[in-house]
């Protein structure tokens, strides 16, 4: 997601909130001996947007999001959606009140960096009870970041953003992208959204425009890596005016196969480490945030509750639009294994699945699945 992209979520899922609340109130004032009805069991942790969730097993699970906001549970297995409530979450100090969040990148469960904008930087060496600001050297907006380890880590976002630093945070430069083989007018000043390293060498960065960048030798050279799969068929006078789809999201299963996700469902794969990459069709309609590969199945999530499932390694995707039952977007996805998984997003939106992501409890956020609202089955032929 572009920097509009991040800042519109604040527009958006305040709104939202706002609503979900005045609901709320008004069913609760309903007397019941006038009315009869029965106020729908609305579960909610929290009412802003939820940028990122970490699954560290099936009980440990962190959230990330806007305004600071950060909460962690030991007991995710037992959370469902009779019972979701806050009383089950930790919510955690970060010392922000209305910054926003927009990544966070955990190499181990106690180890953890969040980013987001103006340059924040936030750092909890405790699992998240404490977090201390560090000097990114940057006032630009960061929406990605990835720690290999506990030490070497890369923070990017808008105007061509890249930074490193080598001593988990304490001292962080600046890196400079290679210059594009291929002259596109468009990308002049390019905002990063993905990053994934391997290792403290070898790793990716995809962006605006088609961006894609590899790097081997920790990102002293950050070498252009055309993407042909992205380009029009056939270029018309139209092509011109559209720039390349924008790139939101990098990830590997191994040294081999890996996926970079995009606007309008855009997906493309490798399986020779980056040598070459493919183009596949995703069955999404709307742009692709975030994906979570264990073995051969692979999820993947986006706008307007988009959200695609694989079960051949990513090869071929169906689409499965009635398992979430969300229309916001849907940011991060992450598996504790085949069959354990988190979905969050929009306006406090939290969902967990424990059959492989076939069904999805709602666990947080705005559902259209509130079964009192649901119309008499005589209303819909049933």
């Known amino acids: 997601m572009g920097y509009w ?23 609760a004032s309903c007397k019941k001996k006038e009315s009869g009805f029965k106020p729908p069991w609305i579960p909610s942790i929290y009412g802003n947007n939820i940028s990122k969730v970490f699954a560290f097993d099936k009980d440990d699970i962190l959230l990330i999001g806007s305004f600071g906001f950060a909460a962690r549970t030991s007991k995710g297995s037992e959370i469902k959606f009779e019972n979701s409530k806050k009383d089950f979450w930790e919510f955690q100090n970060t010392g922000l009140n209305e910054e926003l969040l927009c990544d966070a990148s955990f190499p181990d469960p106690m180890h953890g960096w969040a980013v987001g904008i103006s340059g ?29 380890d506990c030490k070497n880590g890369w923070a990017a976002g808008n105007l061509n953003t890249i930074i490193h630093t080598a001593d988990g945070g304490n001292t962080w430069a600046q890196q400079k ?10 990308a002049v000043d390019v905002s990063f959204n993905g ?31 055309p993407t042909p799969e992205l380009a029009p068929l056939k270029l018309t006078e139209q092509d011109w005016e559209q720039p390349r789809p924008s790139l939101y999201d990098v990830r590997f299963a191994d040294r081999n196969r890996g996926f970079i996700l995009g606007i309008d469902g855009i997906m493309i794969k490798t399986e020779d480490g980056g040598k070459s990459w493919r183009k596949v069709d995703s069955k999404a309609t709307r742009a692709l945030y975030s994906i979570a590969i264990v073995g051969d199945k692979c999820w993947a999530v986006g706008d307007r509750g988009n959200y695609v499932v694989s079960t051949d390694g ?10 979430i039952h969300a229309k916001g977007w849907l940011t991060s996805v992450a598996f504790v294994d085949e069959n354990t998984g988190w979905v969050v997003g929009k306006s406090g939106a939290v969902f967990k699945t424990v059959d492989g992501g076939e069904t999805w409890d709602w666990l947080s956020g705005v559902s259209y699945d509130w079964p009192e609202f649901k119309p008499p089955k005589f209303l819909v032929g049933e």
């Open 120 to 148: 924040l930087i936030i750092h909890t060496a405790d699992g998240g009870k404490t977090w201390v600001k560090q000097n990114s050297g940057t006032d630009k907006h960061l929406f990605t970041v990835y720690f290999p």
């Open 314 to 323: 990513g090869n071929t995707w169906t689409a499965k639009p009635k398992a």
């Open 195 to 225: 990053l994934y390293f391997f290792d403290a060498n070898e790793g990716w960065l995809v962006g605006e425009f088609g961006t894609v960048y590899h790097t081997t030798d920790a990102g002293e050279h950050w070498n252009y890596v």
């Open 5 to 27: 992209g991040k800042i519109s979520m604040i527009k958006h899922m305040t709104i939202s909130a706002v609503v979900v609340i005045a609901l709320a109130t008004s069913l």
């Open 177 to 186: 992208e290679g210059e594009s083989s291929e002259k596109d007018f468009f």
